[in-house]
């Protein structure tokens, strides 16, 4: 199985991130999550889940235990603050990164190398080592400089998925409407899942 990071930054939609870490961590990929300060807490602002702790090891463990994962050990925990975590370098190998949600100021982060934390770092190794970045973009409405962000990354092979849930395959609850998000995204890196129905 592969390893791949999933970043939540601080933009309303972490429920993007959650179900991604679950359907990778239930395939039996490995996860390696960051996450920026704003982004934990609107997490539990959101969610209800709490992943603040007070080391690595035990945020990890409470990710595991918080989304019921199948495995131990599948989900690593880097704050960030911890540029010496070791999806800051390019030779720890990964099979790409999500951004989920990806915040206006992250984006901007990533598209201009600014790296000023661990999420804008790992995605500026990705892009260095040419490996698949996916992004999914939260704000409404969107103004120039959010779109020429996202155009200079989509030129340089970003896949940028906004999270604009579908309406034809009849959306009941909100868990319908972050499925097709998070399926999407995970159809995009080539990863098989049953997030939601396809159109038949």
Same mark, same amino acid.
């Given at each position: 199985?592969?390893?791949?990071?999933?970043? @939540? &930054?601080?933009?309303?939609?972490?429920?993007?991130?959650?179900?991604?870490?679950?359907? %990778? $961590?239930?395939?039996?990929?490995?996860?390696?999550? *960051?996450?920026?300060?704003?982004?934990?807490?609107? #997490?539990?602002?959101?969610?209800?889940?709490?992943?603040? $702790?007070?080391?690595?090891?035990? $945020?990890?463990?409470?990710?595991?235990? &918080?989304?019921? %994962?199948?495995?131990?050990?599948?989900?690593?925990?880097?704050?960030?603050?911890?540029?010496?975590?070791?999806? &800051?370098?390019?030779?720890?190998? *990964?099979?790409?990164?999500?951004?989920?949600?990806?915040?206006?100021? *992250? #984006?901007?982060?990533?598209?201009?190398?600014? $790296?000023?934390? #661990?999420?804008?770092?790992?995605?500026?190794?990705?892009?260095?080592?040419?490996?698949?970045?996916?992004? @999914?973009?939260?704000?409404?409405?969107?103004?120039?400089?959010?779109?020429?962000?996202?155009?200079?990354?989509?030129?340089?092979?970003?896949?940028? #998925?906004?999270?604009?849930?579908?309406?034809?395959?009849?959306?009941?609850?909100?868990?319908?409407?972050?499925?097709?998000?998070?399926?999407?995204?995970?159809?995009?890196?080539? @990863?098989?899942?049953?997030?939601?129905?396809?159109?038949?």
């Amino acid at each position: 199985m592969s390893r791949f990071i999933v970043a @939540i &930054s601080g933009a309303s939609g972490s429920a993007y991130g959650v179900a991604i870490i679950k359907a %990778l $961590a239930g395939a039996g990929h490995t996860v390696a999550v *960051t996450a920026s300060r704003e982004g934990l807490s609107i #997490l539990k602002d959101e969610t209800g889940l709490d992943w603040h $702790a007070d080391s690595e090891k035990a $945020a990890a463990l409470k990710i595991e235990k &918080s989304l019921k %994962l199948p495995k131990k050990g599948a989900v690593s925990y880097h704050a960030e603050d911890n540029l010496y975590a070791p999806i &800051s370098s390019g030779s720890f190998g *990964t099979a790409g990164m999500f951004v989920a949600p990806c915040s206006m100021k *992250t #984006l901007a982060g990533i598209a201009n190398g600014y $790296a000023n934390n #661990l999420v804008e770092r790992a995605a500026d190794v990705v892009l260095k080592e040419r490996r698949p970045l996916l992004l @999914i973009p939260r704000e409404t409405p969107l103004s120039a400089i959010h779109l020429e962000n996202m155009l200079k990354l989509a030129r340089l092979g970003v896949h940028i #998925l906004p999270a604009m849930p579908a309406f034809y395959n009849h959306p009941k609850t909100v868990e319908d409407m972050v499925g097709f998000i998070a399926g999407r995204a995970l159809d995009l890196m080539g @990863i098989e899942n049953k997030l939601y129905p396809r159109w038949s």
